[in-house]
């Protein structure tokens, strides 16, 4: 369990620094993008009982 829930700790670490590129870039596309791998991404660790220490918020 303990590389499930760093390796999804990490895959929101990536999507977050991606969307917070495509914000800079001004790339909504990519921001939509990002945003609902973020969602994904938290939807699945909770499912799975992954508690998520420093969420961030979306833009």
């Known amino acids: 369990m303990r590389e499930f829930t760093s390796g999804i700790q990490q895959r ?21 993008v990002h945003q609902a791998e973020i969602e994904d991404l938290r939807r ?9 220490h420093c969420e961030r918020e979306t833009a």
């Open 44 to 52: 699945l660790a909770a499912d799975n009982g992954v508690q998520l």
């Open 12 to 32: 929101i670490r990536d999507a977050e620094e991606a969307l917070k590129r495509a914000l800079d870039d001004g790339d909504d596309f990519s921001v939509d």
